[in-house]
C-alpha cells in the first residue's frame, strides 16, 4: 500500500517510491489492449485571454483558469459577476486549469514558498467555486511544485503529496476529479508526463490522475505513445502552435495528426483544449479573437476528421 504525508509514510520511504517510480517507470501495466472506442475527443479552449463571448460555437466547452477565481483578495461578489458570464454562455465548464493561487501560491504547492494553511484557504475557495460552474476535472499545474536549489528535495515530496491529497479531499466532496499537469522545467518534481502518472499513483488515491501538455511532450522529446500506457490516467489534453501559439501557426499538421491518431487509439473521448497566448494571424492591427478561434477550430477540426475517417 502507498503511504503519503501525514499517512505513515516518512520522507525518505516518500523519496524512494518517487525515485523508483519516476525515474524508470517499473511496476507500470500497459491497458492499451481493448481500450479503442469510436466516440470522438471534444475541442475545447482556454478563455483566460480569449473572452468567451468571441469563441465560436463549434467549441464544445471552455476551460477557466481556476487561480485566478480562487484568488483569495477576489471577493464573492467580483466571482459571482464572472460566474454569471460563464453559466449564461450555455456550454459545460468541463475542466480548469491551474489550480492554486497567484502570488505565492505559484510556485507554492511545495519548496521554500509553501504554505500550508494558505494552499488550504485557496484549495477550499477554489473547488467551491468551481463546483458552482459544474467542472469535472480541475487541473493542477506541475509548476506549482517544485525543489528549488538548495532546499531539501524529500521535504518538497512530502509537501507535494500533501498539497495533492488536501485537493483530492476537496475534490471528492465536490465529485471532481484533479488533472496533474507535469511541467517540463527541471526543478518541478514531475516534469515528464509518465512521472507524472507515477506521482498521482502516489497519492493512492482514484480520483487523481493526470493531463497531456503537447508543448511540455516536445520540450523534453517525450513520445506521444506514453498516452497509451495508462490510457485511463488521461483527463485532459493542451495543444498549441509553434511558439506556444494556436495550433495553426507554424507547421505542426503531422504532430497534431499523430497526437490525434494515439487519443483515437487509446479511447480518449474527453476534452482537448486550445491552450496558448493567441497571435494575430492575418495582419491586422489588433487581435480578432473570433477570428482567429473560429479558424483555428477548422484546421483542428479538419485534422481530427482525417484521424477518424
Same mark, same amino acid.
Given at each position: 500500500m502507498l503511504h503519503f504525508a501525514g499517512q505513515g509514510a516518512s520522507p525518505t520511504d516518500t523519496n524512494k517510491i518517487v525515485n523508483n517510480c519516476c525515474a524508470t517507470g517499473v511496476q507500470f501495466k500497459n491497458h492499451k489492449e481493448d481500450k479503442k472506442m469510436s466516440e470522438r475527443f471534444k475541442f475545447g479552449i482556454v478563455v483566460d485571454v480569449v473572452p468567451l463571448k468571441d469563441v465560436p460555437g463549434g467549441y464544445e466547452y471552455f476551460e477557466v483558469p481556476a487561480s485566478i477565481h480562487g484568488d483569495p483578495i477576489l471577493c464573492d461578489a467580483d466571482w459571482e459577476v464572472w460566474r454569471d458570464q460563464y453559466i449564461a454562455d450555455g456550454r459545460p465548464c468541463m475542466t480548469t486549469s491551474h489550480l492554486l493561487g497567484p502570488g505565492m501560491l505559484w510556485q507554492g504547492g511545495s519548496g521554500k514558498y509553501y504554505d500550508r494553511e494558505l494552499i488550504a484557504f485557496s484549495l477550499e475557495r477554489e473547488f467551491k467555486?468551481?463546483?458552482? $460552474?459544474?467542472?469535472? =476535472? #480541475?487541473?493542477?499545474?506541475?509548476?506549482h511544485f517544485r525543489c528549488q536549489e538548495g532546499f531539501d528535495r524529500t521535504t518538497?515530496?512530502?509537501?507535494?503529496?500533501?498539497? #495533492?491529497?488536501?485537493?483530492?479531499?476537496?475534490?471528492?466532496?465536490y465529485d471532481m476529479q484533479i488533472a496533474l499537469e507535469p511541467q517540463a522545467e527541471p526543478d518541478t518534481l514531475f516534469p515528464r508526463y509518465l512521472e507524472g502518472v507515477a506521482f498521482a499513483k502516489m497519492t493512492g488515491r482514484s480520483n487523481v490522475k493526470v493531463?497531456?501538455? $503537447?508543448? =511540455?511532450? $516536445?520540450? $523534453?522529446?517525450?513520445?506521444l505513445e506514453d498516452i497509451l500506457k495508462y490510457p485511463e490516467y488521461c483527463l485532459n489534453v493542451h495543444i498549441q502552435g509553434d511558439g506556444g501559439a494556436q495550433p495553426n501557426v507554424g507547421d505542426r499538421r503531422d504532430i497534431l495528426k499523430h497526437l490525434f491518431e494515439v487519443l483515437k487509439e487509446a479511447g480518449y473521448d474527453k476534452?482537448?483544449?486550445?491552450?496558448?497566448?493567441?497571435? #494575430?494571424?492575418?495582419?491586422?492591427?489588433?487581435?480578432? =479573437?473570433? =477570428?482567429?478561434t473560429e479558424k483555428t477550430l477548422k484546421f483542428v477540426q479538419e485534422i481530427r476528421d482525417e484521424v477518424y475517417e
Open positions: 467555486r468551481m463546483s458552482q $460552474l459544474g467542472v469535472k =476535472y #480541475i487541473g493542477c499545474w506541475g509548476g518538497a515530496i512530502d509537501q507535494a503529496l500533501s498539497t #495533492i491529497n488536501m485537493a483530492a479531499d476537496f475534490a471528492a466532496k493531463m497531456a501538455d $503537447l508543448n =511540455y511532450f $516536445l520540450e $523534453l522529446g517525450q513520445p476534452g482537448v483544449s486550445v491552450a496558448c497566448p493567441w497571435v #494575430i494571424t492575418n495582419g491586422a492591427s489588433e487581435i480578432d =479573437y473570433a =477570428y482567429e
